[in-house]
């Protein structure tokens, strides 16, 4: 499935004040579980580190991170990159006429990616999966880390990640140029590329596989189908939400065995 069309014509929706897509950016903050799971662990890393000089968001696409990191980090210059010029375009309007300053919005191919800055934190989410050269990646950005500095990634895991379960079966989501990473694979290629230190954890464990199902993979599904689904998918919302918020609730509390997401910490 092309997965990219379907998020640009939501894009374009939302973007036409910056009132609907500070709308858009609450939705996907309720809907999509990565980001229960990538909001928890930057609100964990703020508690040792409150004032960062700097944070690069390697990836950024629709910018929802960028924000959430711009109201969580006052007075910390945010620069956020992307391969893809409509996003940074999209993300330069909305900022400016939001009057959020100290956010920096570039495009970079992350497998050339270079800078005069130094980092605290580098965040990087459902980018590694799109990616082929992931250890020069991995060595891009170590390399504006400052001592100390973390990268946090959110990807899938060679657990069915992409809604692969077994040999030939093609990716839920076209773009993805691979199923997911293995916990030891990931590990090995950020030592790989120097890091000190990696903790992995799993995501979408039982209860995310069933919220991701019910509140991304159907609708969507529907939607590749037919546009019409737009007219019904508020609807559809209101009925599975609630079930949704307590399984994304109960995912990000429990550690998981085994599960389709990881959550990656590599520092400097």
């Not at 993300?91 to 191919?109: E, L, M, P, W, Y």
């Not at 130094?118 to 459902?126: E, G, T």
């Not at 546009?227 to 307590?246: E, H, T």
Request: glycine share 8%.
């Amino acid at each position: 499935m092309e997965y990219d069309p379907i998020k640009k014509q939501l894009g374009d929706v939302f973007n036409k004040s910056p009132f609907l897509r500070k709308l858009f950016y609450k939705l996907l903050d309720l809907l999509l579980l990565r980001c229960w799971h990538i909001q928890r662990e930057i609100k964990l890393w703020k508690k040792n580190n409150p004032s960062p000089k700097r944070i690069l968001d390697a990836g950024m696409g629709f910018g929802q991170y960028t924000y959430y990191m711009s109201q969580l980090f006052t007075n910390t210059p945010i620069d956020a990159v992307d391969v893809k010029e409509d996003q940074v375009s999209d993300c330069t309007t909305f900022f400016k006429r939001s009057g959020i300053q100290d956010v920096n919005f570039s495009v970079a191919d992350l497998t050339a990616y270079t800078s005069n800055q130094s980092y605290d934190l580098a965040l990087s989410v459902d980018v590694m999966e799109h990616i082929l050269e992931d250890v020069l990646v991995f060595k891009n950005i170590l390399a504006v880390l400052r001592p100390g500095g973390m990268l946090l990634i959110s990807t899938p895991s060679d657990q069915g990640g992409s809604d692969v379960s077994g040999e030939g079966e093609e990716s839920f989501i076209g773009e993805h140029v691979r199923d997911g990473y293995g916990v030891e694979e990931i590990q090995q290629k950020l030592k790989t590329a120097g890091f000190s230190k990696t903790e992995v954890l799993y995501s979408y464990g039982w209860p995310g596989k069933i919220s991701w199902r019910l509140s991304m993979k159907y609708p969507i599904s529907l939607l590749s189908a037919s546009r019409l689904f737009f007219v019904i998918l508020p609807f559809y919302y209101l009925l599975v939400y609630p079930l949704c918020f307590l399984l994304n609730a109960l995912d990000t509390r429990m550690k998981h065995p085994t599960g389709t997401g990881l959550i990656v910490k590599a520092w400097k």
